[in-house]
């Protein structure tokens, strides 16, 4: 079973900083299949990027996600206080990575 | 409006059953697949399985096999996830997802079912 582990676990940032939040996987994945959530406390999670670098519907061009193989990137380019919550990656439609929590500075 | 719309939170004890509801508005339920993905408090996603309503495949987390089925009504766009023999690490919020086929991206997402196994 691939194992996706993200890091950094916790970052903290300010608003109008970039973050770059990483997934990687314990062995070789399909660009195709490597997703990214954003979940926000109480709410069920969002898809933000789908095919490692597409944007789903609805997404600002502030994220941008990027990689193949065994590591893929999340970009956020200048944060917005609404960006602030946990982003998952996952893999082919099921394992998750164990979420990075992006928090105010 | 596209929505999946889940049923109410529920208390169960060690080893009853749970049967949570997904019920999609908006499109068809036939035209994606359903996949069920739970969360436990403070805890990262897990995903437990997929359905197809189509043809009613299963794909199910080898983890949870033997207690959980995923099934579909169809004449009222409705999903269902039951998990039986249930224990208190089951304690969760549980989420339907919709995704086109097995393996792809989850784009709706319902609002998730708490479920708490106490005795």
């Known amino acids: 079973e691939i194992v996706l582990t993200q890091s950094p676990g916790t970052v903290s940032l300010s608003p109008g900083e970039r973050a770059t939040l990483s997934c990687r996987a314990s062995?070789?994945?399909?660009?195709?299949?490597l997703v990214w959530y954003q979940q926000k406390p109480g709410q069920a999670p969002r898809l933000l990027i789908y095919?490692?670098?597409s944007r789903a519907t609805g997404i600002p061009d502030r994220f941008t996600g990027s990689g193949s193989g065994t590591d893929f990137t999340l970009t956020i380019s200048r944060l917005e206080p609404e960006d602030f919550a946990v982003y998952y990656c996952q893999q082919f439609g099921r394992t998750f990575g164990q979420g990075t929590k992006l928090e105010i500075k | 409006q596209v929505q999946l719309v889940q049923s109410g939170a529920e208390v169960k004890k060690p080893g009853a059953s749970m049967k949570v509801s997904c019920k999609a508005s908006?499109?068809?339920?036939?035209?994606?697949?359903v996949n069920w993905v739970r969360q436990a408090p403070g805890q990262g996603l897990e995903w437990m399985g997929w359905?197809?309503?189509?043809?009613?495949?299963?794909n199910y987390a080898q983890k949870l096999h033997g207690r959980v089925t995923m099934t579909t009504d169809t004449s009222t766009n409705t999903a269902y996830m039951e998990l039986r023999s249930l224990r208190s690490d089951d304690t969760a919020v549980y989420y339907c997802a919709r995704g086109k086929q097995l393996y792809d991206a989850f784009d709706i997402w319902g609002q998730g079912t708490m479920v708490t196994v106490s005795s």
């Open positions: 062995q070789s994945v399909s660009s195709s299949y």
């Open positions: 359905i197809s309503p189509y043809n009613g495949n299963t």
């Open positions: 908006g499109y068809t339920l036939t035209n994606y697949g």
């Open positions: 095919g490692a670098s």
